[in-house]
């Protein structure tokens, strides 16, 4: 059964777009449609830097941008030096409640499409567009605004971000 399942899902991978090319997504599902997801230069990701899942995956991400330095540029809204008017207007508190990426045109990017165009600019357009792709679309939605809602109550965070900014208590 599941290998069945495998090949449709390769089947219909094999069927998107190449990495090139334009996605064409259903618009109803995706206001991104006809998006250009090669890779792109001055990304902006928004990172909540004391998030320890959120730090992991930024980690492997500057891990793999380590031969290519400044195609993303990855800014901890934690810091206290962060200003919302330098980015397109996120405030410190839009920005933790979901993934907030601005593109290479100056665009701001929410959540599931957020991470599509980080990891686009990463050079991983396959898992963009596989993020994108409406039978999945729907799911990545779901599964992100859950994680979203509950990542300070996950990471043990939730009484020091329930006003203002967050700040790591000392012991």
């Known amino acids: 059964m599941f290998s069945n399942m495998k090949k449709g899902v390769l089947s219909a991978l094999a069927s998107?777009?190449?990495?090139?090319?334009?996605?064409?997504?259903?618009?109803?599902?995706?206001?991104?449609?006809?998006?250009?997801?090669?890779?792109?230069?001055?990304?902006?990701?928004?990172?909540?830097?004391l998030c320890p899942i959120c730090v992991t995956e930024i980690r492997f991400l500057q891990f793999l941008q380590r031969d290519k330095p400044g195609k993303v540029d990855f800014v901890d809204i934690s810091l206290p030096g962060y200003d919302g008017a330098k980015y397109k207007g996120v405030s410190y508190e839009a920005a933790m409640e979901e993934m907030h990426v601005i593109d290479e045109n100056n665009e701001v990017h929410r959540g599931v499409p957020a991470f599509a165009v980080m990891y686009s600019a990463m050079g991983l357009d396959v898992l963009g567009r596989?993020?994108?792709?409406?039978?999945?679309?729907?799911?990545?939605?779901?599964?992100?605004?859950?994680?979203?809602?509950?990542?300070?109550?996950?990471t043990g965070r939730r009484e020091e971000c329930t006003t203002g900014r967050c700040e790591k208590k000392m012991p």
């Open 130 to 154: 596989f993020m994108l792709w409406p039978p999945v679309r729907p799911f990545m939605d779901k599964s992100y605004a859950m994680f979203a809602k509950n990542r300070l109550k996950w």
């Open 16 to 49: 998107l777009p190449p990495i090139r090319s334009r996605i064409s997504v259903a618009s109803a599902l995706c206001r991104y449609q006809h998006r250009n997801f090669a890779a792109q230069s001055g990304v902006k990701v928004l990172y909540d830097g």
